[in-house]
């Protein structure tokens, strides 16, 4: 399968923890976008990176980071976890200068 | 600034019945549009996109969309849906400005058998 993958799947961690989730885009995909999508909501923009440069910031709490690598995957580390954090989080992967976005499974993080 | 907005959150059709859901978009610069649809617990699938040309664009499954640059919409129709094209969709719109693309709430939508 040569889709976006997203890592884990499904996590918990309690309040006040700690996680990341990762994102490895399509092959040749320069372009990661963060979503986060409550109770299967609407999904809302956290942030993108292209070339490994942050280009676009949405609702990006301070308490989330995100870096993109040289090989162009994304990682968000998440720290002092809200109960409101738990949801799902997509990425989608593009080619620089596209506008088609590739969905990734999602990951759902639940926090207790 | 760009901007989706879809008015309608539920809409419940029989099965059998036409469709449309509406999308209204802001944007001052080339609008770039997109449909996906994400079933109940899975991710998001593409549906059809529009780029420039034939304002009427086909999609996957009998979806078809139409881009009004004069309405500022891009609403998707089906001549007859199905029970499985119960899910929610979403508009989304791209802009030639380097910046991501914005979603719109989504529409649930709901076929009777």
């Known amino acids: 399968d040569s889709g976006v993958v997203q890592s884990p799947r499904h996590i918990i961690k309690e309040k006040g923890g700690r996680s990341v989730l990762t994102c490895i885009p399509i092959?040749?995909?320069?372009?990661v976008v963060w979503y986060q999508q409550t109770l299967g909501k609407e999904l809302k923009f956290l942030i993108q990176h292209y070339e490994k440069v942050e280009r676009d910031k949405g609702f990006l709490p301070s308490r989330f980071s995100v870096q993109q690598f040289d090989d162009y995957h994304s990682e968000m580390n998440m720290s002092a976890l809200e109960l409101e954090d738990s949801a799902m989080y997509f990425c989608a992967s593009s080619l620089l200068g596209g506008f088609e976005q590739f969905f990734g499974p999602g990951t759902r993080l639940t926090v207790l | 600034a760009q901007s989706v907005t879809q008015p309608d959150a539920r809409v419940t059709v029989s099965e059998g019945a036409s469709l449309q859901l509406r999308c209204k978009y802001s944007?001052?610069?080339?609008?770039?549009l997109f449909w996906y649809v994400q079933y109940p617990r899975q991710g998001l699938q593409l549906l059809l996109k529009?780029?420039?040309?034939?304002?009427v664009v086909q999609g996957v499954n009998g979806f078809e969309a139409e881009f009004s640059k004069s309405n500022s919409s891009f609403h998707l129709r089906k001549a007859s849906v199905h029970w499985s094209d119960s899910a929610v969709y979403f508009c989304?719109?791209?802009?030639?400005?380097?910046?991501?693309?914005?979603f719109g709430a989504g529409t649930k939508l709901s076929v009777k058998p």
């Open positions: 092959s040749g995909h320069s372009n």
């Open positions: 989304v719109l791209s802009g030639n400005n380097n910046n991501a693309p914005r």
């Open positions: 529009y780029y420039s040309g034939d304002p």
């Open positions: 944007y001052s610069g080339t609008p770039y």
